[in-house]
């Protein structure tokens, strides 16, 4: 109930190309959809979320698609770049009586991308 | 968005040896969490640091081994005691400002036990 499945385990892109990684969940409860980007020896960085009252968010050259009835979501990199070589984590949490609970993170993906 | 900072950045202790790591936020948040992450591997929750109460552990995490510390609301230490190779891992801090809001990570204590 609290795992979030996410693949692929790693992926290689050509620069120019779509990255597209994706996660699934069980737990309906989940209400918030954050991926996080994480360098080698950095601590996990924000890059996006969303929440299930709407299916898609854009920010740049990322898109997070998100379909609740089929408890998935996604995040697509356009125009991938060697920078956003990185590992990406998918995560879920849900909301207790006004706070945000605990994320549950996916097991992370590892983006190369090709120059 | 908050600036965390983590005390040491890196480490390499013998084993049975304890370290303290210190977390510092640059503003008031609402809650402070520690995270592990294990090499290659994704973040798991070791507890929610309380300010002026004890922290809150996950399953598998208990007090004897990972005391925490919340004096205030920009600043929190997690022990690790009795270390083990086992042991050997990133520790991060993670914030967030408001009960509502999302997680902001710090830059992780890298730990080598020997």
Not at chain 1, 30 to 52: E, V
Not at chain 2, 42 to 64: H, K, R
Not at chain 2, 70 to 97: H, W
Request: aromatic content about 10%; some cysteine.
């Amino acid at each position: 109930q609290q795992q979030v499945k996410q693949s692929p385990q790693s992926l290689i892109v050509q620069k120019g190309g779509i990255s597209i990684i994706n996660c699934a969940y069980e737990n309906t409860a989940f209400d918030y959809f954050p991926w996080y980007q994480q360098f080698p020896g950095k601590g996990p960085a924000l890059l996006i979320a969303i929440r299930p009252d709407v299916s898609e968010k854009k920010e740049g050259r990322f898109t997070i698609s998100f379909n609740k009835s089929a408890k998935q979501f996604s995040l697509h990199i356009m125009d991938s770049q060697p920078g956003d070589s990185a590992t990406y984590f998918c995560a879920a949490s849900m909301n207790y009586g006004g706070s945000q609970g605990n994320l549950i993170f996916g097991k992370g993906t590892k983006l190369s991308v090709k120059p | 968005s908050a600036v965390i900072s983590q005390k040491p950045s890196r480490d390499i202790c013998q084993r049975g040896t304890s370290l303290t790591i210190q977390c510092q936020v640059d503003s008031q948040v609402t809650m402070m969490f520690w995270y592990r992450q294990q090499p290659g591997q994704s973040l798991t929750l070791i507890a929610t640091a309380n300010q002026g109460s004890e922290a809150t552990y996950e399953s598998g995490f208990v007090i004897d081994k990972f005391p925490i510390s919340r004096p205030n609301l920009t600043f929190s230490t997690l022990t690790v005691s009795n270390m083990s190779p086992e042991d050997s891992s990133i520790y991060l801090c993670s914030v967030a400002v408001a009960f509502a809001d999302t997680q902001y990570f710090g830059p992780g204590t890298r730990l080598t036990v020997l």
